[in-house]
């Protein structure tokens, strides 16, 4: 019976359950393309299963952990490039569980907005995808949330939900390192993943050309360089953690090398970091040159070119770094672990990335 009152619907209100059904449909197939033994190939249930007896694990420790991308993402948002974001929010989880000593297993995204455009979602998942590929990990399921009135037009955030395993007794903890132990760094693709608050402030105020050319490297345009993927060390670093030759791992996220560092060291430890060990790359120096940032707010704010940190004893320095670099990273020897109190220290001279005189900032946890 129609009583001439207005009927109301979810697609009205701004909620496409179709354009939902078909974004879930289309990423059926790249969610295939992550699977790895434990985990099925199927998604749309209430629930993704993972078998640890079937990863070949025996007496695992659950080690979990989650994250977004930051404003980077708005970056991204603003310049209609979708594709690698995905990617990013893949490593911030993935790269944390690996300095555990943990193998990342399974990944769960949520993606949210205000009004679904699947194009975008695609390409964004699209990106998550080949992050757990690269990682290893099976992206078994996720939440796809339209949500009117939340977000401006044609924004939307990610967060991501990672879940890995390592044997009872092997995981990284920190407390194996000691006075001596060598400082290995690997080299970062870029800004990564923090930082990018500053880096929008200066690109607003100093009126960047984002399409054209970086100054540093006439062959990228500006945003590209900028919105270079977040290098995801896992499959490098997983054979060199299981033998046993890596004590303990940091990864270089928010706090920059100063206050990571610490979070990996035991009471008596002190992190001592050689800023001319590793060159600057043409990237930070503009950052640093353009916002006349300080070597102290470069080494909290930036990874300032190394994303992840080892120590390793000195005996072990040479072959860790021999098998790194077979695994296509850029290695360099940046420190040492001294007595001291629980910290950590970087110092650098002339021509490292300020080039001003000698300096030192230090940060204790």
Avoid at 279 to 290: E, K, T
Wanted: with cysteine; charged share 20%.
């Amino acid at each position: 019976m129609n009583s001439g009152k207005q009927s109301y619907t979810y697609e009205q209100a701004g909620v496409s359950i179709d354009a939902g059904n078909r974004l879930v449909k289309a990423i059926g197939p790249l969610v295939k393309t992550t699977m790895r033994p434990g985990a099925d190939g199927e998604i749309g249930g209430f629930g993704g299963f993972f078998d640890p007896k079937a990863a070949g694990y025996k007496d695992p420790l659950l080690v979990a952990g989650n994250d977004g991308v930051g404003t980077k993402l708005k970056l991204a948002i603003d310049a209609n490039r979708h594709d690698s974001v995905g990617v990013d929010l893949v490593a911030m989880c993935v790269n944390d569980l690996i300095v555990q000593g943990a193998e990342p297993l399974f990944f769960l995204d949520y993606f949210a907005t205000g009004k679904l455009d699947n194009g975008v979602a695609e390409r964004v998942i699209a990106g998550i995808a080949d992050g757990c590929r690269q990682a290893a990990c099976a992206l078994i399921g996720g939440e796809t949330a339209e949500m009117p009135g939340m977000y401006a037009d044609g924004d939307y955030d990610l967060a991501g939900f990672c879940v890995g395993a390592v044997e009872r007794g092997e995981q990284l903890t920190g407390d194996r390192v000691a006075t001596g132990h060598v400082l290995l760094g690997l080299a970062s693709s870029g800004v990564h993943s923090n930082g990018f608050s500053l880096v929008r402030r200066l690109a607003a105020d100093k009126g960047w050309k984002l399409d054209r050319p970086a100054l540093f490297d006439q062959d990228r345009l500006l945003i590209e360089a900028l919105l270079e993927p977040t290098r995801i060390y896992v499959k490098s670093l997983l054979p060199v953690v299981r033998d046993g030759r890596v004590d303990a791992l940091a990864h270089i996220t928010g706090g920059g090398l100063l206050e990571n560092l610490p979070r990996v060291l035991p009471e008596g430890a002190r992190a001592v970091v050689d800023a001319d060990a590793w060159p600057q790359s043409g990237l930070m120096a503009f950052l640093q040159a353009q916002g006349n940032i300080e070597p102290g707010e470069m080494a909290r704010t930036f990874n300032c070119g190394i994303g992840m940190v080892l120590a390793v004893t000195p005996g072990q320095a040479d072959a860790v770094t021999a098998a790194l670099q077979d695994a296509g990273e850029t290695v360099y020897r940046i420190g040492e672990i001294i007595e001291g109190s629980r910290g950590c220290t970087v110092r650098g001279s002339v021509g490292t990335w300020s080039g001003r005189a000698d300096w030192e900032v230090s940060h204790d946890a």
